[in-house]
T-cell receptor
Framework: KNQVEQSPQSLIILEGKNCTLQ??????????LRWYKQDTGRGPVSLTI?????NTKSNGRYTATLDADTKQSSMHITASQLSDSASYIC?????????????FGRGTQLTVWP | EADIYQTPRYLVIGTGKKITLECSQT?????MYWYQQDPGMELHLIHY???????EKGDLSSESTVSRIRTEHFPLTLESARPSHTSQYLC?????????????FGPGTRLTVT
């Protein structure tokens, strides 16, 4: 069964600190892995997208890593800001679907305190 | 910033009422999607469309229906709303990129059925 598991479920950090979010998946055949940021009451916004051959992808203070062998990904946020408070969702796409089938994790709810 | 719009943003309605959630995009994307998301849970695909006059049911069974008469418009209708329909509904559209199908999400409609 294709699944995406994220940890931790929630995380509280102080402004300026770094944090790392984890994602494990069982989706096969694998096409790509995305990290989305979803602010409360808004739709998800794409942060990074990585294919099988990519190990790391950065978008400003956001850096995603991918280990396709162990089917694990992480999202590292450096020098956190209050605006980073949001849900971070790991999404995996399978290669066999012309629809662009996406499998969503439940997200990690990040809260940044001043 | 993706040009995909949803109205209304918030809706509180009584049981038994008929409602239509609007979704429109100005990017000319052929593929469009409706997702349902409960608090702290993953997004579930309830409907999708490959293009005009094409609609399919997603993974999560839903009593809602959709139509796609124009490329830019993908409304979702509930003939008789029930409290179990209370949820957030997210519309998305996608374009074919070199990697995969990049999905762009609207801001969502928060529906409450009393």
């Amino acid at each position: 069964k294709n699944q995406v598991e994220q940890s931790p479920q929630s995380l509280i950090i102080l402004e300026g600190k770094n944090c790392t979010l984890q994602c494990n998946y069982t989706v096969s055949p694998f096409s790509n892995l995305r990290w989305y940021k979803q602010d409360t009451g808004r739709g998800p916004v794409s942060l990074t997208i990585m294919t099988f051959s990519e190990n790391t992808k950065s978008n400003g203070r956001y850096t995603a890593t991918l280990d396709a062998d162990t089917k694990q990904s992480s999202m590292h946020i450096t020098a956190s800001q209050l605006s980073d408070s949001a849900s971070y969702i790991c999404v995996v796409s399978d290669r066999g679907s012309t629809l662009g089938r996406l499998y969503f994790g439940r997200g990690t709810q990040l809260t940044v305190w001043p | 910033e993706a040009d995909i719009y949803q109205t209304p943003r918030y809706l509180v309605i009584g049981t038994g009422k008929k409602i239509t959630l609007e979704c429109s995009q100005t990017m000319g994307h052929d593929k469009m999607y409706w997702y349902q998301q409960d608090p702290g849970m993953e997004l579930h695909l309830i409907h999708y469309s490959y293009g005009v006059n094409s609609t399919e049911k997603g993974d999560l069974s839903s009593e809602s229906t959709v139509s796609r008469i124009r490329t830019e418009h993908f409304p979702l209708t509930l003939e008789s709303a029930r409290p179990s329909h209370t949820s957030q509904y997210l519309c998305a559209s996608s374009e074919r990129t070199a990697l995969s199908y990049e999905q762009y999400f609207g801001p969502g409609t928060r529906l409450t059925v009393t």
